[in-house]
């Protein structure tokens, strides 16, 4: 633009001026200022939209970063539910490790007391063999000593 345009702002106030003096000029130098105006209107549109993009930009990264400041609360929470589920993990392995201790211990011991139990049951049965064993041949010999006699009586009666 020339020195000749009046400063922005102030066209409105100086109306009949302005008019006045773009119908002095020749209209190859209206059609240059009307041009040299274009092209500054635009310059500043250009200039405008590329602040709004800077502005969206600016805005989506603060979003961004506000969201991974809240993304990275959210997986801090997360990490620490994950250590809080593994320690709980560990402590439920080792429960049930002590309880299947427990159990073998347990089958064990009952197999021990089993086996002390049918231990002595058998030395009580062997020995109520043994004391049966001596009845019969008590009652053996008692069984002979009867037939004998039977048989001394025969003889002592047919005779």
């Given amino acids: 633009m020339t020195d000749s345009n009046p400063p922005q702002g102030l066209g409105e106030e100086e109306g009949p001026d302005l008019a006045t003096r773009l119908s ?3 209209p190859e130098r209206l059609a240059e200022e009307v041009i040299s105006v274009w092209e500054e209107v635009l310059r500043v549109e250009g200039e405008l939209a590329t602040a709004r993009q800077r502005g969206r930009a600016l805005e989506m990264e603060l979003d961004a970063r506000e969201s991974s400041g809240s993304n990275r609360a ?6 620490e539910a994950l250590r809080v589920a593994d320690s ?3 402590q439920m392995e080792a429960l049930l490790e002590n309880e299947r201790v427990r159990r073998a211990d347990i089958e064990v011991g009952g197999e021990r007391g089993r086996l002390v139990e049918l231990q ?3 030395a009580r049965l062997l020995r109520s063999e043994e ?3 001596m009845l019969i041949l008590d009652m053996e010999a008692q069984l002979e000593r009867l037939v004998d006699e039977v048989e001394n009586l025969r003889r002592g009666s047919s005779q």
């Fill in 24 to 26: 002095d000029m020749s």
């Fill in 131 to 133: 004391e049966h064993v």
């Fill in 120 to 122: 002595d049951e058998n």
């Fill in 74 to 79: 959210r997986v801090a929470e997360l990490e």
């Fill in 88 to 90: 709980r993990i560990s």
